[in-house]
């Protein structure tokens, strides 16, 4: 099972908004009414930041994708046997015991230049944990998370930074919700829980070239059209009355709002590369991604847009923006590697995302701008560290994740890897049936989440309400910014 895929719209739907969403002002995350906020929120003093999540859904195998160089290696390689990258082909990461799978090669750069970091064994925790709890922890303790390795649970939990379930909203989305943003979190793959906070769902944009608005009503469709301009007029007055209700008063606020949004922001969605608007910081840094005016992989696509938004800040507006973007099919429990270990379906999925997030990483330095963005990884849990029979792996728990930027304090690897022993103490088995590598995290979603918001600019009182767990654990930020 993987995370659904956000099919493109009908073209009946399309009819009324090209892109995504029922209706515009759906699609601009104005389906609840604090949206109505969207212009009305308060904007930092002169410097800009950005935070970039990708998810990648399925659950990554974080242990083939940073793997460790020293004397341990010969541990992985003995248990993960036909999976084992060969260490001569890992990407080296220099001063540190670990390497990257090869389809990574295009973070080298990030690397060289001390702006990339390893967080190892990071995984949902409601606390510190030892072996010895977890096992003697009932299914429904407080101190397991819920319904661990069950990927729509776990996808929650990442996305909410919780340890329950049942959390409505977004570790994204009350960040947004705390630092007054004047965006909600901006999301380039469909709606996601990450973003949605108390009064607020995701601005939801569409991939680049695509028409963000209206049908008929952008503002190029006004032009010597009297019955295109008509019917704006008409709409506009429509929303313009007062209404007998208050909730149809809010209604009418939502879309003329959505109205102002979109006429903002359509312009910049729909540039493409080498088109009208198109940036040379941008395109250059995307070139090897791009195949005419077209970008070849959906995650270069939404790394693009992430790109453009973020050049043109001032049109997007306010000077803290949270983005998110999106990945799927993870899920290898068969083929995840065919024909060698370092080719099949992972190999696949994460040459799409280190391209995608190399090319971006470019884009910031070349738009000068690498200082104030930082990009990070997310998934819904590890893989077994011993292969199954499909030539693949299953649902785990803690794995390693990646965070870039200017501002990343690289060069080194932060958190703990686990002791590579099946039925040691950082594998939750113990009896012969169920050592299989499923690791302990010994790092919080809490303190990754964390140490990214109070760069951003959270305080510590802001980071006690956004992250509800993190009072449980000593230490709150890891410091890779």
Request: proline residues 5%.
């Amino acid at each position: 099972m993987t995370h659904p895929t956000h099919a493109p719209a009908s073209m009946d739907r399309r009819r009324w908004l090209l892109g995504s969403g029922a209706t515009l002002a759906g699609a601009l995350g104005t389906g609840t009414l604090s949206n109505l906020l969207l212009g009305a929120r308060p904007a930092y003093a002169a410097d800009y930041k950005a935070l970039v999540c990708l998810f990648m859904y399925g659950g990554n195998d974080g242990f083939n994708t940073i793997v460790p160089t020293d004397t341990r290696y010969d541990q992985y390689a003995a248990v993960r046997k036909g999976l084992a990258i060969p260490k001569a082909n890992l990407v080296n990461l220099a001063g540190i015991n670990y390497g990257l799978h090869p389809s990574l090669a295009a973070l080298s750069t990030a690397w060289a230049d001390g702006k990339l970091a390893p967080v190892l064994n990071l995984g949902t925790l409601n606390s510190p944990l030892t072996k010895d709890q977890y096992r003697a922890a009932a299914a429904s303790s407080d101190l397991l998370p819920d319904n661990l390795f069950s990927h729509s649970d776990q996808q929650i939990l990442w996305e909410t930074g919780t340890s329950d379930s049942l959390t409505r909203t977004g570790w994204g989305g009350r960040a947004s919700e705390a630092l007054g943003t004047a965006n909600p979190v901006i999301s380039v793959a469909g709606s996601t829980r990450f973003g949605l906070s108390s009064a607020q769902t995701p601005l939801v944009l569409p991939d680049p070239g695509a028409t963000f608005g209206a049908y008929n009503l952008q503002p190029k469709d006004l032009t010597n059209n009297a019955s295109n301009t008509a019917r704006k007029k008409a709409i506009d007055a429509l929303y313009a009355q007062a209404q007998d209700a208050a909730l149809a008063d809010a209604y009418a606020a939502a879309q003329r709002n959505a109205f102002a949004v979109s006429d903002r922001l359509a312009a910049t969605v729909a540039v493409t590369p080498g088109g009208s608007g198109a940036l040379a910081a941008i395109d250059s840094a995307f070139a090897p991604l791009i195949s005419g005016s077209t970008l070849k992989t959906g995650l270069a696509k939404q790394l693009y847009q992430v790109a453009k938004l973020i050049a043109a800040n001032g049109t997007v507006q306010g000077n803290r923006q949270i983005f998110f973007a999106s990945i799927d099919s993870f899920d290898t429990h068969a083929n995840q590697v065919t024909g060698g270990p370092t080719t099949g379906a992972h190999a696949d999925l994460l040459k799409e995302v280190g391209d995608a997030l190399g090319a971006f990483y470019a884009a910031m330095k070349n738009l000068g701008m690498a200082d104030a963005v930082t990009a990070f990884t997310q998934s819904d849990f590890g893989r077994t560290f011993t292969p199954n029979n499909s030539n693949g792996t299953d649902h785990a728990w803690g794995s390693n994740h990646l965070v870039v930027g200017g501002a990343v304090k690289g060069g080194t690897s932060y958190g703990s890897f686990p002791t590579l022993t099946l039925g040691g103490p950082d594998d939750v088995g113990k009896d012969s049936w169920e050592l299989q590598g499923r690791w302990i995290p010994t790092t919080s979603v809490d303190q990754y989440a964390a140490t990214m918001l109070g760069w951003f600019g959270a305080t510590d009182t802001q980071l006690a309400t956004v992250l509800p767990n993190l009072k449980n654990f000593a230490t709150k930020k890891l410091g890779f910014l």
